[in-house]
């Protein structure tokens, strides 16, 4: 398996633009996360989706964040418009439960800088 | 609102140590525990999970505790390496299909 797929992995982007970045679970996860890591704040929870379902959106920012899931396959955080304070490192990951036990696998993610 | 909080932020030791890092957390009523590995410009590796049930786990040089009541787990390092040199972060699941909170992790660096 590949892992957990994120594209880009870097973004340089103007304030004031749109943000797509997009993220491929491992097949078969039936849950998503997207995290934000800077170092002040550390990893910080987004959003998360089960079954393709938002579950938890509080960590969202402020509406200039969406978030996306329309298949099991896909799902895309989108940040309109982007904003210097944005800059950080936004991760996706899935988790799969295996004999009860939840375990989550990062992908790479997405280095974000606004200018 | 769970916090979890890992110190120190930074370690240095030499080669050959061992040595302990350290988690603490305000809640003590969580699901389970991951310590997860962080090398500079990566993502997050799993290391070592442990239930709410288990004290602890291990994995080759890395052992794991959970002591629920007192609201700390630690992540022992034996014999630590060059290689092990990376930021270890530990997070806590409140509730079975919820997400983890994190610490802001420990940059352990080791000396040849």
């Known amino acids: 398996d590949a892992g957990v797929i994120q594209s880009p992995r870097h973004e340089v982007t103007e304030m004031g633009q749109e943000v797509t970045l997009r993220c491929k679970p491992i097949?078969?996860?039936?849950?998503l996360f997207w995290y934000r890591q800077t170092m002040m704040r550390g990893l910080e929870l987004l959003i998360y989706f089960n079954n393709n379902v938002p579950i938890d959106d509080s960590g969202m920012p402020e509406d200039r964040f969406s978030a996306k899931m329309p298949n099991a396959s896909f799902s895309t955080l989108k940040i309109q418009p982007s904003e210097p304070r944005d800059s950080a490192v936004y991760f996706c990951?899935?988790?799969?439960?295996?004999?009860?036990?939840?375990?989550?696998?990062f992908g790479p993610g997405t280095r974000l800088l606004v200018l | 609102k769970q916090e979890v909080t890992q110190i120190p932020a930074a370690l240095s030791v030499p080669e050959g140590e061992n040595l302990v890092l350290n988690c603490s957390f305000t809640?003590?009523?969580?699901?389970?525990l991951q310590w997860f590995r962080q090398d500079p410009g990566k993502g997050l590796t799993s290391l070592l999970l442990?239930?709410?049930?288990?004290r602890e786990q291990t994995s080759g040089r890395l052992n794991a505790s959970l002591d629920k009541s007192s609201g700390r787990s630690t992540l022992y390092i034996a014999a630590s390496q060059p290689g092990d040199s990376a930021t270890y972060l530990c997070a806590c699941g409140s509730q079975a299909g919820t997400a983890l909170i994190f610490g802001k992790g420990t940059t352990l660096s080791v000396s040849s």
């Open positions: 809640d003590s009523a969580i699901y389970n």
């Open positions: 442990i239930q709410s049930s288990q």
């Open positions: 990951a899935s988790r799969t439960i295996a004999g009860g036990r939840e375990t989550q696998y």
């Open positions: 097949s078969g996860h039936n849950s």
